[in-house]
């Protein structure tokens, strides 16, 4: 099912608790204009391509099973230019809201593949979102092989060099790529929550350590 609902930054998942069942995960889709969003968002809720998408800012709801777990993804589709700042900009609230993000560019637009590179520093610069929440680049428009000015390796290495997943993919010819994509930023944040669960119980644990420790020396 899936429910299409405005932007609403305070709609939050940090409520994850491992032992529940179910999972949620906000995952924000950001870019240049013109790239894909849309396209990549739309191919992985309905597995469909339909070509023209509107001008329309949303927050989808998507229940899904996924080895027999029931998981929520939130995905927020953004326009571009962002509303705040330098047009490359991206908001605090996307960020506080994203447990991942998928930053798209095209194969074929230079321009927004050096969106995409202004856009990955400026969220690791960020302390809005925690530093282990992960960021996949995606290449899109693969299809247009003949109008490409971005080279796969350059995609590669620059996703390499900057610790982000990579994908090169079409949402206008297949579905698998697209659902490998929404699939890597799903485990990608499985694993960010469980470091940051780990990370609090490791300091719950030396805190109950340094209580007993405190109460024998006042003993
Ligand atoms: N050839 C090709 N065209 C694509 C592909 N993906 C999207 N498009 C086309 O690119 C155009 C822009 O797609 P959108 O999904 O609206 O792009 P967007 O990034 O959401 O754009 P904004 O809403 O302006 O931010 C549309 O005409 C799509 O049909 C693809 O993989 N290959």
Redesign the pocket.
């Known amino acids: 099912m899936v429910v299409r609902v405005k932007p609403n930054p305070h709609h939050c998942s940090k409520a994850m608790d491992g032992s529940q069942q179910r999972f949620e995960a906000n995952i924000l889709l950001l ?1 240049a ?8 968002t739309v191919r992985f809720l309905t597995r469909r391509f339909i ?3 509107g ?1 329309i800012e949303s927050i989808y709801s998507h229940n899904d099973k996924i080895d027999g777990r029931e998981i929520s993804f939130n995905i927020w ?1 953004s ?2 230019p962002q509303n705040c700042g330098t047009p490359e900009s991206v908001s605090d609230k996307q960020l506080q809201w994203a447990d991942g993000v998928i930053l ?1 560019y095209s194969i074929c637009d230079r321009s927004s593949f050096k969106v995409v590179q202004q856009q990955v520093q400026l969220i690791r610069r960020s302390r809005k979102m925690s530093p282990t929440a992960p960021i996949v680049i995606v290449g ?5 092989q003949h109008q490409r000015t971005v080279s796969s390796e350059e995609g590669r290495l620059f996703a390499l060099c900057s610790d982000c997943g990579f994908f090169e ?5 297949t579905y698998h790529g697209v659902l490998l994509v929404f699939h890597e930023v799903l485990d990608l944040i499985k694993e960010s929550k469980a470091i940051k669960k780990g990370v609090a119980g490791l300091k719950g644990i030396v805190r109950s350590v340094s209580a007993v420790f405190g109460k024998k020396r006042a003993e």
């Open positions: 870019g204009e013109n790239v894909g969003k849309s396209a990549l070509g023209e998408y001008d589709d326009l571009y798209v899109n428009k693969r299809d247009l993919i079409s949402a206008a010819e």
